[in-house]
């Protein structure tokens, strides 16, 4: 059993023997949801990733808050999703709205959950956002050799081989990521800024590209191609300048394709940079609402 996923749905019949006794064996996450919820569902998706990961480690258990009005009230659920950590019979922490998975691996790292490979990972993408890249190399290839299966691993390699321009490398092993892990939000970033390397690379140039923008603002092409250089080098305020732009100047340009583009980069950007997207999504809806 201790190599099983331990994940169950619970009532106030089973509340007791399930949740209360096992927390004084291990961690309980109990997650309030509501069927009908997205972000309950996404949470609970997650969860459900976690605790087969960490298969044995600790006990997932889901509380339909429609079918439980008893525990909703008892613990106090106000809004869900909503998270109840038990410990020891008792509760060790109580808090509503979405984790998103990074939350949940560091809530489950401060109960002693995690793996070696991504403690690894985690110095390692530090140390590329610090500039020491070499060295963050080294840690993902031990990381991925500790724990082969982990493609958050590869996929954080994949990153920074796109970073420094070692696009052979980065798309051979993103080809060789299952077809499944290619769905996540991660991986789609990924495909993004490969494929705005390819297209850059089909282009003028940025250099010949602003020439031709320095002889004729007007060039909506030249600015429109510009704008992908600008993506595939990571350029991404100078590339969202060119894009609305070419919407101001001709909002209908190539069927619309300077405002998809915009859109297009904010969900390439949102796993790694929130805050950015956010900002350029803001951008957009005030251009296009006022």
């Given at each position: 059993m201790a190599n099983e996923p331990l994940i169950v749905e619970v009532g106030a019949s089973g509340f007791d023997k399930y949740v209360i006794q096992n927390s004084h064996q291990l961690p309980v996450v109990v997650e309030f949801m509501a069927m009908w919820s997205g972000p309950c569902m996404a949470m609970a998706d997650t969860l459900h990733d976690l605790a087969t990961e960490f298969a044995g480690q600790f006990v997932f258990a889901k509380v339909d808050i429609d079918e439980q009005p008893e525990l909703v009230e008892q613990f106090g659920v106000e809004n869900v999703p909503a998270l109840r950590v038990f410990n020891k019979g008792e509760v060790t922490f109580s808090e509503q709205g979405q984790?998103?998975?990074?939350?949940?691996?560091?809530?489950?790292?401060?109960?002693?959950?995690?793996?070696r490979s991504e403690e690894l990972r985690e110095q390692a993408r530090a140390k590329h956002m610090a500039g020491e890249t070499s060295e963050a190399i080294v840690m993902m290839s031990q990381a991925i050799q500790m724990d082969p299966a982990n493609t958050r691993v590869a996929m954080d390699m994949v990153q920074i081989f796109i970073d420094i321009g070692e696009m052979e490398q980065a798309t051979g092993l993103f080809n060789k990521l299952p077809d499944s892990d290619k769905e996540s939000e991660m991986s789609k970033s990924l495909t993004g800024q490969l494929t705005f390397a390819d297209l850059a690379s089909n282009t003028?140039?940025?250099?010949?590209?602003?020439?031709r923008l320095s002889d004729n603002s007007d060039d909506l092409d030249a600015r429109f191609d510009l704008a992908i250089c600008h993506v595939a080098a990571h350029d991404y305020d100078s590339a969202i300048d060119q894009l609305f732009t070419v919407l101001q100047a001709d909002p209908d340009y190539k069927n619309g394709a300077a405002k998809e583009m915009i859109i297009t980069v904010t969900n390439m950007l949102d796993p790694n940079?929130?805050?950015?997207?956010?900002?350029?999504?803001?951008?957009?809806a005030s251009l296009l609402n006022g």
């Amino acid at each position: 059993m201790a190599n099983e996923p331990l994940i169950v749905e619970v009532g106030a019949s089973g509340f007791d023997k399930y949740v209360i006794q096992n927390s004084h064996q291990l961690p309980v996450v109990v997650e309030f949801m509501a069927m009908w919820s997205g972000p309950c569902m996404a949470m609970a998706d997650t969860l459900h990733d976690l605790a087969t990961e960490f298969a044995g480690q600790f006990v997932f258990a889901k509380v339909d808050i429609d079918e439980q009005p008893e525990l909703v009230e008892q613990f106090g659920v106000e809004n869900v999703p909503a998270l109840r950590v038990f410990n020891k019979g008792e509760v060790t922490f109580s808090e509503q709205g979405q984790f998103q998975e990074e939350e949940l691996r560091m809530l489950l790292k401060g109960m002693g959950i995690f793996s070696r490979s991504e403690e690894l990972r985690e110095q390692a993408r530090a140390k590329h956002m610090a500039g020491e890249t070499s060295e963050a190399i080294v840690m993902m290839s031990q990381a991925i050799q500790m724990d082969p299966a982990n493609t958050r691993v590869a996929m954080d390699m994949v990153q920074i081989f796109i970073d420094i321009g070692e696009m052979e490398q980065a798309t051979g092993l993103f080809n060789k990521l299952p077809d499944s892990d290619k769905e996540s939000e991660m991986s789609k970033s990924l495909t993004g800024q490969l494929t705005f390397a390819d297209l850059a690379s089909n282009t003028e140039g940025a250099e010949a590209l602003q020439q031709r923008l320095s002889d004729n603002s007007d060039d909506l092409d030249a600015r429109f191609d510009l704008a992908i250089c600008h993506v595939a080098a990571h350029d991404y305020d100078s590339a969202i300048d060119q894009l609305f732009t070419v919407l101001q100047a001709d909002p209908d340009y190539k069927n619309g394709a300077a405002k998809e583009m915009i859109i297009t980069v904010t969900n390439m950007l949102d796993p790694n940079n929130a805050e950015l997207a956010g900002k350029y999504r803001q951008r957009l809806a005030s251009l296009l609402n006022g």
